[in-house]
């Protein structure tokens, strides 16, 4: 254990110190950026019938898509914002080599109603200036142990990965199944090609870093190669979790399926 | 008892009033917004943690958002640290701490203080909502349990938590790590073990490893400790709580070598925490490796400037490293700036020590003598309080060197006294007595002092057994005063109190003595099974449950410094 102890740490302290404080920087103004745009759309008119229903409803779609153009790019530009954050989560967690002992990893005993609010709360206008409708189904009483934070991460990636292939409609669903915790996202586009669904089914198979993926293809790959790291880190009594990904399920699109033991 | 804790609690955010740290106007701005739109109208920020403290002496917040960088001076822990210690947030307060990335601090097992909860950036109204119910309903299930605490009814506590695990399934394996910890506060790590042991059936969770291994190591079962510690570090390389005690089981062990390298590893992997730098001091200083403990000592020092963990020992620490490069003048510019900032008897007398240590080790032999001299004449002042045992022992191994007799003869003998079952340390004694070639005079010292101190214990129970309670009472006070430290005489003490309390009813100077006594006696020994067990039946005894207790402890820290806890 003690030689790559220091491994992670061997670049210099005033380097670190910089990449650090660079990191602290970047997450504030990404921040206020997207939080901005958040309070821009919640106050543009054209989200005004859906920004009036309670939170827990769906987005009413015909709103977004008979907005006004303003409304459309700051939809845009708040889903490019988020995929930013997306990335500069993965990255970070790949610099801090998740997966490894080195990495912060923090399981305890959550409920996975409060999962799917945080979510869902961070996804939602989002969603409605996209016209999407996100539906939820879980047992709201029951509870798992996972690392709350990064079981977040992977499912608002996902969300915002399905939001570019669906039409207008994501399933999040959680459900125990046995001995695990199954999570998925659903929706109803075409599906995943063929060769993501390949990247998909290598990234549970082979454990060589790096090698997972084919991180060259498209930033996909980094998107998967975290969502298996988180996936892999949780585990209990021998068993680790997964990701899968599928065409079909119960939209008829792409399903992001992450099982927890 | 109020009711059993459900989890069905809505709460009114508008309300409360909340107070925003973080450097970056920006995010400031950001977190305003939407803490109003949950309905808050009492909203207060600053800039900087000194701004933040300044806030924090003026207003009791309920909600405290407070960003972990927050550029020069104190950093998020340390404002929370100094809050906490200065006791500027109730207990009912919520602190969230806001990082940019997933904070190591969070996993390390063993930080202080911790906030209720840390969000990572962005923050969005809705995880900041989930949180905020999460961590006030948190708050609720364990306000009793906190309370039976902090009056240190340990007994009482744990029950509390069993009560609460059947109605309150998410939040069990918090419930049963906090009964754990109660059960090795009432000195009953067998029930502790058990609950571990029950905990690591659901999941290997690395504090119930590491608590597990706490009471392997105190039971003697140091080698499996060892290797508990070793398996959780192996699990998750910021685990600070396994490298500290890791570094105990080597040192347990007589591997000092070892020990020292997991805490150069630990400081390396958490360099800002003062008490770790601290022993990585002393243990490099015991080991003459005086780089280390050079730049332990002087870490400590800096990152002190800004914490309330600061400690003198630090001063000592490099005085000492100071002597060993011959410097004295330096040594003994630190060790005059020690008593400048921290002040008190025990502060002047320790330096005094340490300034006699230096002047021993770099051959000034006349000037040791005179610290030596002084320090004769400064504990032979009346009325003054003799310091903590490793420090009377410290301080005779130097009268002894530097020549002078009778003060060291009378510390031992104080030591003596007020230790007379403590076997190991007797034999410690008798080491320095050996040192100094009085060998033979030291056996009949020990052997006198130790009957001395029995006799006074004897004819207090006889006392008591006899049922002339008043009588029993005033020579426990006697055998207190003239054995302040004695834990047979001090438990005792407090069991007569209670048993004349037990016949009489309640008389409130009477438990307020008990009190005194007991948090005392828990200072200097903390988790004994008799401590728990008296506080359990004074707490029966009072009217009012809790509160008493709550004051007298309160009382005796405001007189005697906080009693070592946690």
């Known amino acids: 254990m003690d030689d790559d102890l220091s491994q992670h740490y061997q670049g210099s302290p005033e380097l670190l110190m910089f990449l650090a404080s660079t990191v602290h920087d970047m997450k504030n103004s990404i921040s206020v950026l997207s939080g901005t745009l958040e309070h821009l759309l919640a106050a543009t008119p054209a989200a005004a019938p859906a920004a009036a229903a309670p939170a827990a409803a769906p987005a009413a779609p015909a709103a977004a898509q008979s907005g006004e153009p303003q409304y459309q790019q700051l939809g845009q530009m708040l889903y490019q914002t988020r995929r930013l954050n997306d990335s500069l989560i993965q990255l970070l967690a790949l610099y801090k080599e998740v997966g490894k002992p080195g990495y912060p990893f923090d399981p305890t005993p959550h409920s996975v109603r409060e999962l799917v609010e945080q979510v869902q709360g961070q996804a939602r206008i989002l969603l409605q200036s996209r016209g999407i409708t996100l539906t939820t189904d879980f047992a709201p009483d029951a509870i798992w142990t996972f690392d709350e934070e990064l079981v977040i991460g992977v499912l608002v990636h996902a969300i915002n990965n399905a939001i570019r292939y669906t039409r207008d409609r994501i399933v999040l669903s959680v459900r125990v199944d046995g001995d695990h915790l199954e999570l998925r996202v659903e929706d109803n586009g075409d599906g995943f090609p063929p060769a993501m669904l390949d990247a998909g089914a290598a990234a549970n198979t082979t454990r060589a870093r790096g090698a997972a993926v084919n991180f060259s293809n498209n930033s996909s790959g980094l998107g998967l190669y975290f969502s298996s790291e988180v996936a892999r880190m949780h585990s209990h009594r021998q068993r680790h979790g997964s990701i899968a990904l599928e065409n079909g399920g119960q939209l008829g699109g792409g399903c992001f399926i992450v099982r927890l033991p | ?566």
């Open chain 2, 1 to 566: 008892m109020t009711a059993i804790v459900k989890n069905d609690g809505e709460i009114d955010w508008g309300e409360k009033r909340y107070l925003i740290i973080d450097d970056f106007v920006g995010i400031r701005q950001l977190l305003r917004e939407s803490l109003r739109n949950l309905g808050a109208k009492h909203i207060d920020q600053a800039a900087s943690g000194g701004e933040g403290m300044m806030l924090l002496a003026k207003t009791r917040y309920d909600v405290v958002l407070c960003d972990y960088n927050l550029g020069d001076g104190k950093n998020g822990q340390q404002v929370l640290e100094e809050a906490r210690i200065r006791n500027l947030i109730l207990p009912s307060s919520v602190w969230l701490m806001v990082s940019a990335e997933k904070s190591v601090e969070s996993v390390m097992g063993a930080a202080e203080h911790q906030p209720d909860a840390y969000i990572i950036k962005p923050i969005t109204e809705g995880v900041l909502l989930t949180r905020l119910n999460r961590v006030w309903l948190k708050k609720q299930i364990f306000r009793e349990i906190d309370q039976a605490y902090a009056d240190k009814d340990y007994l009482r506590a744990a029950r509390l938590c069993e009560e609460q695990i059947p109605v309150n399934p998410l939040h069990a394996i918090d419930l049963l790590r906090m009964k754990a910890t109660l059960q090795l506060k009432a000195g009953d790590p067998l029930g502790a073990r058990a609950v571990y042991r029950q905990v690591l059936e659901e999941r290997d969770y690395n504090w119930a490893r590491c608590g597990l291994a706490k009471i392997l190591m105190h039971d003697g079962e140091v080698e499996d400790a060892q290797k508990m510690f070793q398996a959780v570090i192996a699990d998750n390389r910021f685990y600070i709580d396994a490298f500290d005690q890791l570094a105990q089981a080597f040192q347990l062990q007589g591997k000092h070598e070892e020990a020292f390298d997991v805490l150069q590893k630990a400081a390396k992997l958490s360099p800002n925490s003062v008490p770790r730098q601290r022993t990585l001091g002393q243990t490099a200083l015991k080991l003459e490796n005086i780089p280390v403990a050079e730049k332990a000592f002087r870490k400590c020092i800096d990152i002190g400037e800004y914490s309330v963990a600061k400690t003198v020992d630090a001063y000592f620490g490099m005085a000492r490293v100071c002597g060993k490069k011959n410097d004295t003048k330096e040594a003994i510019r630190l060790l005059n700036a020690a008593v400048h900032q921290f002040g008190g008897d025990q502060v002047t007398l320790r330096a005094k020590i340490t300034e006699g240590l230096v002047y021993h080790e770099t051959g000034d032999l006349r000037r040791a003598r005179k610290s030596g001299d002084e320090l004769e004449a400064m504990l032979a002042e009346e009325g003054r309080q003799r310091p903590d045992t490793a420090t009377c022992l410290d301080m005779a191994t130097l009268l002894f060197a530097v020549g002078v007799k009778e003060a060291p003869v009378g510390l031992l003998c104080y030591i003596a006294r007020n230790n007379h079952d403590n076997v190991p340390l007797m034999d410690e004694v008798q080491k320095i007595f050996d040192k100094a070639r009085m060998g033979d005079e030291g056996v009949e010292l020990i052997r006198s002092s130790r009957k001395e101190a029995a006799d006074m214990m004897n004819k207090g129970v006889l006392l008591w057994k006899s049922d002339r309670l008043g009588e029993a009472i005033d020579w426990m006070r006697v055998a207190r005063h003239a054995l302040p430290h004695n834990m047979r005489i001090l438990f005792n003490s407090a069991q007569i109190l209670i048993s004349r309390l037990q016949q009489t009813g309640y008389v409130r100077e009477l438990a307020d003595e008990a009190i005194e006594v007991l948090m005392h006696v828990d200072a200097i020994a903390p988790g004994q099974p008799r401590f728990a067990q008296l506080m359990e039946q004074l707490a029966m005894l009072a009217p009012v449950s809790g509160v008493v207790a709550a004051a007298a402890a309160s009382e005796y820290e405001a007189a005697n410094g906080a009693v070592p806890d946690r």
